[in-house]
């Protein structure tokens, strides 16, 4: 083989791994775009549901007032205390809600983050690749050819002092 077909087998195997590695890069920052939406779309659902317990708390409280004032009872003593545990117990569901989307919103940016170290680490790995594929190919080739191999040194020389 040539030096010219050699040269050329070695940019084609070196420019093929530096490709892979950016491909490998372009799909990880696909997916971590992709991480990213999901994240946004938990923040919007956390948003959606904490407007509904806000709804279902206002609703509970003008039921019971309404209740209680149908009964001719005052807002007070036992009929107060109910309706506050209520409240209490409707805060506290929707402070769990609110934990458990933060969690799965963390989840999907950590994912997010965690595809784009990939792709950098698969563009990274492509360019040790090909450097190491071209000094590999190099050493080959001036294997083959000769270029590398000590010149047989000639036994019919007598050295000089």
């Known amino acids: 083989?040539?030096?010219?077909?050699?040269?050329l087998a070695i940019a084609a195997t070196a420019g093929s791994q530096i490709y892979k590695g950016m491909e490998q890069k372009k799909t990880a920052n696909r997916n971590a775009a992709i991480a990213d939406q999901q994240a946004g779309l938990i923040d919007e659902q956390a948003g959606l549901e904490a407007y509904r317990y806000d709804r279902a708390k206002q609703r509970y409280a003008g039921a019971a007032t309404a209740r209680t004032a149908k009964s001719g009872f005052a807002m007070s003593g036992s009929p107060m205390a109910v309706m506050l545990d209520s409240l209490t117990q409707?805060?506290?569901?929707?402070s769990i809600g609110q934990f458990?989307?933060?969690?799965?919103k963390r989840y999907a940016r950590s994912g997010a983050d965690e595809y784009r170290r990939q792709g950098s680490s698969a563009f990274s790995q492509g360019?040790?690749?090909?450097f190491s594929s071209t000094l590999?190919?190099?050493y080959d080739y001036g294997m083959r050819s000769g270029m590398l191999l000590p010149k047989p040194q000639s036994t019919n020389s007598i050295p000089t002092f």
């Open 136 to 138: 590999r190919g190099g």
């Open 127 to 130: 360019l040790v690749n090909a």
């Open 90 to 94: 409707i805060e506290l569901d929707k």
């Open 100 to 104: 458990n989307l933060d969690m799965e």
């Open 1 to 7: 083989m040539g030096l010219f077909t050699s040269v």
